[in-house]
C-alpha cells in the first residue's frame, strides 16, 4: 500500500449495506472532495452495481507492477486492451485511493434521508487534507463549470464507518 493515502475501504462498504439494506435504496462510492469526478453508484434498490473485491489492495499491487513492465491501456490503433480493463476492474472511478481526497459513500434511504460517511483505510490527517486540498486548488486554479456546481451541493461528511 502506497504511503500517505487513503483508500477506499471495500469490506466496511459491504458491510454497512449488508447490516441496513432493508432501509438503503442507493449506495455511490466516491473521493468527496472531488465527487463529480468520481463518483460511482456501487448498490442500487438491492442490487451490488459494482464488484468491490476483498483483494482490490493486492489487485491494485498486480495492476501497477503491470505498467511498470509496459501494460498499456490500448492495443494497436485505440483498440482498448481486455488485460487492463481486467486489471482495473476493482476501481471506482478509475481510481482505489487519494492522497489528497477522502473516499466516503453517498447513501440514500428509503426514506429520503441522505448521508456521506467518511469509508476509508490508511491515513492522513485533517490538516495533511485541508493543505493537499489548498495545493490541488492552487493547481487547478478553481473547480470549473462542470465539478463546481456539483461540488458546492456537497453536504459534510457525517461520521465514520
Known sequence: MINDMKYYDYKKVKSFIEKHKNIIDSVSLGMHEDWFW????????????????????????????????????????????????????????????????????????FDGDEEYIECSIGDHSIDDVTSRIEQEMLVTGNLGCLSAPVQNNIPNITRKL
Open 38 to 109: 468520481t463518483a460511482q453508484t456501487v448498490y442500487e434498490k438491492g442490487v451490488y452495481k459494482h464488484d468491490m473485491p476483498n483483494d482490490a489492495m493486492q489487485r491494485e499491487e498486480i495492476f501497477i507492477q503491470k505498467r511498470k513492465e509496459g501494460l498499456s491501456m490500448f492495443l494497436e490503433g485505440l483498440t482498448l486492451n481486455p488485460e487492463f480493463d481486467e486489471l482495473t476492474k476493482h476501481r471506482i472511478g478509475g481510481i482505489l485511493g487519494s492522497s489528497w481526497a477522502t473516499p466516503v459513500i453517498h447513501v440514500v434511504y
